[in-house]
C-alpha cells in the first residue's frame, strides 16, 4: 500500500515491499536541519500543527514532543521539493508532520494510527464548521460523524493543552502500547 505523500525517489510505491526504513532516515536527514534546539516557543511562532497535537492525544506524547521540535507550518520548501501528492503526483504543500505520519503507517493500513486520523478529522471538522467530516478512502468518500460532546470535550482538553505548553507544563510520556513502538521511526525517543 503506498503513502499519501510519496518521496520522489519512491520506486515501487507501495511501501510494504520497500525497505521503508532507509527511505525514513533518507527523509529524517532531510529535515534535519530544520529541527529546533529546544521546545521554547519563546524563539519560534508558538503555532502548533493539528498532526502534532493528534500525535499526543492519539499515539504517543514523547512522539509529539518529536513533532514539537520541527517548524509547525506548510507550505515548507523541504517537503514542496522532495514529497509528492500520491492521488495527483504533484508536488505537496503539506507539513513536516503530515509526512511524519505518513512515515509512521508505513503504507500498512494495518498501522495502529486511526486515532491519529480521527483526532485529525475531528480538528479539520471544528475548523471548517463542518456538522460532518469527510475522509476520502479510495475512490470513496465516507461521512464520519463524531458526536458534539466528545468534540467538546476535546476542545476544552485541547485549551488545556496549548496553556500548558505554552507554560512549558507539559509532561510528554512515552507510550505504552507496545505495537505504537513498532511502528514509530525514532531510535532511541528516550533522548528527546
Not at 499519501?4 to 520497500?18: F, R
Not at 517548524?71 to 508536488?91: C, E, G, M, W
Not at 507544563?169 to 513502538?181: E, I, Q, V
Request: with cysteine.
Amino acid at each position: 500500500m503506498s503513502r499519501a505523500y510519496l518521496p520522489i525517489w519512491c520506486e515501487k510505491d507501495d511501501c510494504m515491499k520497500c525497505d521503508f526504513k532507509k527511505c525514513i532516515s533518507k527523509a529524517l536527514k532531510l529535515f534535519g536541519p530544520y529541527i529546533y534546539p529546544d521546545l521554547n516557543l519563546e524563539t519560534r511562532p508558538d503555532t502548533v500543527e493539528m498532526t502534532t497535537i493528534a500525535i499526543y492525544f492519539g499515539y504517543c506524547q514523547r512522539l509529539a514532543k518529536y513533532f514539537l521540535l520541527y517548524p509547525q507550518y506548510s507550505p515548507i520548501p523541504v517537503v514542496r521539493t522532495n514529497f509528492i501528492n500520491h492521488q495527483t503526483r504533484l508536488p505537496t504543500n503539506v507539513s513536516i508532520q503530515r509526512i511524519l505520519l505518513d512515515m509512521l503507517n508505513h503504507g500498512d493500513p494495518d498501522a495502529p494510527t486511526d486515532e491519529i486520523h480521527r483526532l485529525r478529522l475531528l480538528m479539520i471538522q471544528e475548523m471548517l464548521k463542518e456538522k460532518r467530516a469527510y475522509i476520502q478512502a479510495d475512490d470513496r468518500r465516507i461521512s464520519v460523524d463524531i458526536p458534539q460532546e466528545e468534540r467538546k470535550r476535546f476542545s476544552e482538553a485541547l485549551k488545556k493543552w496549548r496553556q500548558d505548553l505554552r507554560e512549558g507544563k507539559l509532561s510528554f510520556d512515552k507510550t505504552t502500547d507496545k505495537k505504537r513502538c513498532e511502528y514509530c521511526f525514532l531510535t532511541n525517543c528516550d533522548d528527546i
